[in-house]
């Protein structure tokens, strides 16, 4: 049988707790590095959005009641890319007064947004200016629809192709 010096102990017991604490300054380090990014999905910063989700849920259903936001979904392509916005109330008809802004961006980054601005807007179909996608894969058209004291966010993912 070996018999074990029993000053090895202390000696493994040390080691062991330095190597934890290594691990953890490491863990910290790696963690400081990361960007950090901020969710925009309802336009503002997520304390906003914590503190007055009841009233954004509120207006939301009392929009969609009333209108509909129609955004077409098909695939971006790598290059110039457009979209158009349709918004009518419920017995369809165009509504010519609407307030949208519009986003291209991508899931749990915001180094790609892209703010469109208006081009035309012709019997309830907005236009928006032309964007380029750079890269291929998962994309977002986050929209925030205003009409009267209404506000409607609408997300629609998409997929970037060759």
Same mark, same amino acid.
């Given at each position: 049988?070996?018999?074990?010096?029993? %000053?090895?102990?202390?000696? !493994?017991?040390?080691?062991?707790?330095?190597? /934890?604490? !290594?691990?953890? /300054?490491?863990?910290?380090?790696?963690?400081?590095?990361?960007?950090?990014?901020?969710?925009?999905?309802? =336009? &503002?910063?997520?304390?906003? /959005?914590?503190?007055?989700?009841?009233?954004?849920?509120?207006?939301?259903?009392?929009?969609?009641?009333?209108? &509909? +936001? /129609?955004?077409?979904?098909? &695939?971006?392509?790598?290059?110039?890319?457009?979209?158009?916005?349709?918004? +009518?109330?419920? %017995?369809?008809?165009?509504?010519?007064?609407?307030?949208?802004? +519009?986003?291209?961006? *991508?899931? =749990?980054?915001? *180094?790609? &947004?892209?703010?469109?601005?208006?081009?035309?807007?012709?019997?309830?179909?907005?236009?928006?200016?032309?964007?380029?996608?750079?890269?291929?894969?998962?994309?977002?058209?986050?929209?925030?629809?205003?009409?009267?004291?209404?506000?409607?966010?609408? %997300?629609?993912?998409?997929?970037?192709?060759?």
């Amino acid at each position: 049988m070996i018999k074990i010096s029993p %000053k090895i102990w202390p000696i !493994g017991i040390t080691i062991s707790i330095i190597a /934890v604490a !290594g691990m953890c /300054v490491k863990t910290v380090r790696i963690a400081q590095s990361l960007p950090i990014e901020y969710d925009n999905t309802f =336009f &503002d910063t997520y304390q906003n /959005v914590d503190t007055n989700m009841n009233e954004i849920l509120i207006l939301q259903n009392k929009f969609n009641k009333k209108y &509909d +936001v /129609v955004l077409e979904k098909k &695939d971006f392509i790598i290059g110039q890319n457009k979209i158009e916005v349709k918004i +009518v109330d419920k %017995k369809n008809n165009p509504i010519k007064n609407a307030e949208i802004n +519009v986003v291209i961006t *991508r899931p =749990f980054t915001t *180094r790609e &947004d892209q703010k469109l601005k208006i081009l035309s807007s012709e019997n309830g179909i907005y236009k928006f200016e032309p964007f380029e996608i750079k890269n291929l894969g998962r994309w977002q058209i986050q929209s925030k629809t205003k009409i009267d004291n209404l506000i409607a966010y609408n %997300k629609l993912e998409v997929n970037a192709t060759k």
